[in-house]
């Protein structure tokens, strides 16, 4: 069963504009982390962020996480065509890595 | 600086036979993980391992056999595969639990 799901399951923008990408989780958690998966390829790690933590920057990238609400955003601004990839949020469900659950991703397109 | 291998790469095989998916990794992280990819269903994980001779399953463990008597070789066997456990399966490692996971490429297994 999914812990985190993403939010649009697909996202098309323009080269340049800002893509906001959301994530949902059921249970309390110790970190979220974000992966992005370029097509016929591993995934990669973009950015981790703790759950005492609320925001997060990394170059191009901003997530910030609500525990409240139990979701968290991904923003990449100035987008490019090399962003184009599948994003995965992932939530380790306070078992550490071991039950670290992924979502369904989003579909991001950038159109030049 | 090698990182994270899985071999073979793509594979075809028939229902019933016995398939072993090698995995590979070259910086002594403590933890190795299975996973498999499918559309709709995101990353599922099928079995970790936190050291040598120290593994334990995931959420989709059925079907599947794994060993880890060095730290840097984690193989996934299919006993007997099946249709449906066509499937594109990722290898990753992480140093510790709760650290960035570092993944392989892939290995893209058709069940005819």
């Known amino acids: 069963s999914q812990q985190g799901e993403e939010d649009p399951q697909a996202l098309s923008i323009q080269e340049g504009e800002n893509a906001t990408m959301n994530c949902s989780y059921k249970?309390?958690?110790?970190?979220l982390q974000w992966y992005r998966q370029n097509s016929g390829r591993g995934l990669v790690h973009l950015i981790l962020?703790?759950?005492?933590?609320r925001e997060k920057h990394s170059g191009r990238l901003r997530v910030t996480l609500d525990t409240s609400k139990k979701s968290s955003s991904l923003l990449i601004t100035a987008s490019r065509a090399a962003d184009t990839a599948s994003y995965f949020c992932a939530t380790d469900a306070n078992f550490g890595n071991e039950k670290l659950t992924f979502g369904t991703g989003t579909r991001l397109t950038i159109i030049p | 600086d090698a990182g994270i291998t899985q071999s073979p790469r793509y594979k075809i095989t028939e229902t019933g036979r016995q398939v072993t998916l090698m995995c590979h990794q070259t910086?002594?992280?403590?933890?190795m993980f299975w996973y498999r990819q499918d559309l709709g269903h995101g990353l599922r994980l099928i079995y970790y391992s936190a050291a040598a001779d120290i593994t334990d399953k995931g959420e989709v463990p059925d079907g599947y056999v794994v060993s880890r008597s060095k730290t840097e070789n984690f193989p996934l066997t299919l006993e007997s595969a099946t249709r449906s456990q066509t499937s594109v399966y990722f290898c990753?490692?992480?140093?510790?639990?709760?650290?960035?996971?570092?993944f392989g490429e892939g290995s893209w297994l058709t069940v005819v």
């Open positions: 990753a490692s992480s140093v510790l639990s709760g650290n960035t996971i570092y």
């Open positions: 910086w002594s992280h403590s933890y």
């Open positions: 249970t309390s958690i110790n970190n």
């Open positions: 962020i703790r759950s005492n933590e």
